[in-house]
C-alpha cells in the first residue's frame, strides 16, 4: 500500500503546546510551505505528498529535480481530501490529527486521543534522558562514555544542578534544532529563573546537564516499524550546529567513511555496542506505538580527568528525536541519488527576503553547475531540493564534490 507524506515542522512547538487548534508562528508556518516538496526525496514510487498549492509544481518544474527525481509522485494539494492510506507525517501531533481528519483521512490511518497522549509523553527529552542513566550503567564500565543529565520539575532541583557545575546546559522538554536551549552559569538567576520558571509552567520540567567540551556532531538513525519488532539501523549523520547549537545541515558521506572518520573518537566496537543498547532500549519503551524515522544525537567530547589529562569519550544520548528529521532525509537522498564516493553537503538555509534567496540561487546554479555520472546520480554542483518561488525564504539544498 501507498503512504502519504506531509512536511510539517512545526511539529516539536505544536507538541509543546498540546492543543488540537494551535496555530504555528509566522516564521514555521512560511517553512511548511516553502519546504513542502522535500518528502518527495524519501518517499516512493506512487506514494502521495500534500502541499498547499500547485503553485509550487510550476516552480518545482523549473529546476533540474525533474531530471534527477526517479519517482513518481502523487502531490494533493490543501484544497482535496487526504487519500485513506497510511500517513507519515514530520510528526505526529494532535493539531495534525484534527487537520487530517478534517481532510477526509479515516480514523484507522490516525492516533487515537490516548495513543497521540503516549507520542506526546514519547517524544519529550524526559526519554532521552532515561535511556542515557541506562545506557551508561550498562556500558560505561567497558567503554569510554560520558554523560549526565536530570529531568526537573522544580525550581528548586533546577537551582541545585544549575549550581553543581560551573558550567550547564537546559532543555525544555519539548523543542528541536537547537531552540528551547538556556546556557547556566553556575548560578540560579535572572533571566535564566524566569526563562525556567516559564517552562516549568508551560511543559512541566526542565532538562539539566553539564556542559561538555564538544568536538563532533553525529547521529545514529533508526526505524521503527510500528509492530513491537527491534529498531533496524538506517545510518549514520554527520551534522554541523553553528555557536549556539542550531542545527545548520549535514555532510553528505557513506556510512563507512563516516564510521571511519568516527574511529578517531570513538573506537568502532563502541559504536557498535552503543547501537545496539539504543535498539533495545529505545525499542523496548516505544514497542509498537511509534512507526517511522527516528534519531539519536550523539557527540564526541574531551574530559579532563583528575591526573589533569584529557580523554576523549562518547556522550551517546544527547537527544532523541522520535520523528523525522533531516539527517534521515540527507542519508536517503544520498544513497538514492548521489554517485558512491562523492562528498557533499546538505543544508537548510534561511534568508531574510525572497530576493537574497533568488540571488543566492542563481549564483550557487552560475558557479557550481549540476553534473551527472551516466547512471544518472548527482557527481557535482549544486542541487537545490526544494522550489524557489516568488515568496520562498527557506532552501534545502546540496553541493556535491565541491567545496
Known amino acids: 500500500m501507498a503512504n502519504t507524506y506531509i512536511f ?45 498549492n500547485s503553485e509550487a509544481l510550476y516552480y518545482w518544474s523549473k529546476t533540474s529535480t525533474s531530471n534527477i527525481l526517479s519517482i513518481d509522485i502523487n502531490w494533493i494539494t490543501e484544497r ?10 514530520w510528526g505526529w501531533n494532535p493539531a495534525l490529527v484534527k487537520q487530517m481528519k478534517g481532510r477526509g483521512l479515516a480514523d484507522e490511518y ?15 527529552r524526559q526519554m532521552a534522558v532515561d535511556v542515557l542513566k541506562a545506557l551508561m550503567q550498562k556500558l560505561s564500565d567497558t567503554h569510554p562514555l560520558i554523560g549526565e ?23 525544555a522538554p519539548w523543542s528541536s534544532s537547537g531552540k528551547g536551549l538556556r546556557r547556566g552559569q553556575g548560578e ?78 570513538a573506537s568502532q566496537e563502541t559504536l557498535h555496542d552503543v547501537r545496539a543498547m539504543l535498539q533495545e532500549l529505545i525499542g523496548e519503551r516505544i514497542g509498537a506505538d511509534y512507526r517511522g524515522y527516528l534519531g539519536v544525537d550523539m557527540m564526541a567530547c574531551l574530559v579532563k580527568r583528575e591526573n ?34 562523492c562528498r557533499g553537503r546538505f543544508i537548510v538555509d534561511y534568508f531574510p527576503t525572497p530576493e537574497e534567496l533568488k540571488e543566492a540561487h542563481r549564483q550557487r546554479m552560475e558557479e557550481h553547475p ?9 557527481c557535482q554542483g549544486y542541487q ?20
Request: glycine share 6%; net charge negative.
Open 110 to 124: 490516525l492516533p487515537t486521543l490516548n495513543k497521540m497522549c503516549i507520542l506526546r509523553d514519547l517524544s519529550s
Open 188 to 265: 540560579f538567576a535572572p533571566p535564566l529563573s524566569g526563562w525556567c520558571a516559564r517552562t516549568l509552567a508551560q511543559q512541566g520540567g526542565v532538562v539539566v546537564e553539564p556542559l561538555y567540551r564538544k568536538v563532533k556532531d553525529f547521529a545514529m538513525e533508526f526505524y521503527s516499524s510500528g509492530d513491537g519488532a527491534p529498531l533496524t539501523f538506517v545510518g549514520y549523520s554527520r551534522f554541523v550546529t553553528d555557536a549556539n547549537g542550531s542545527y545548520e545541515g549535514n555532510l553528505l558521506m557513506a556510512d563507512e567513511e563516516i564510521e571511519c572518520e568516527l574511529s578517531a573518537y
Open 80 to 89: 482535496e481530501n487526504v487519500p485513506n492510506q497510511p500517513l507519515l507525517p
Open 370 to 378: 549540476l553534473l551527472l555520472s551516466p547512471d544518472g546520480r548527482i
Open 8 to 52: 510539517n515542522p512545526d511539529n516539536d512547538l505544536a507538541l509543546a503546546n498540546g492543543d488540537m487548534n494551535y496555530l504555528p508562528p509566522r516564521l514555521a508556518r512560511r517553512m511548511a510551505m516553502d519546504l513542502a516538496l522535500l518528502p518527495a526525496w524519501y518517499a516512493d514510487d506512487g506514494d502521495a505528498v500534500l502541499i498547499p
Open 308 to 341: 589533569q589529562k584529557w580523554d576523549m569519550c562518547l556522550h551517546p544520548c544527547v537527544e532523541i528525536n522520535l520523528r523525522m528529521n533531516m539527517g534521515v532525509v540527507a542519508h536517503i537522498f544520498y544513497e538514492r541519488y548521489v554517485t558512491k564516493g
Open 149 to 171: 543529565a536530570t529531568f526537573c520539575v522544580t525550581e528548586e532541583e533546577i537551582a541545585h544542578q544549575v549550581t553543581s557545575y560551573p558550567a550547564t546546559m537546559l532543555k
Open 384 to 403: 537545490p531540493l526544494t522550489p524557489v518561488g516568488r515568496e520562498t525564504q527557506y532552501i534545502v539544498w546540496a553541493l556535491i564534490n565541491e567545496e
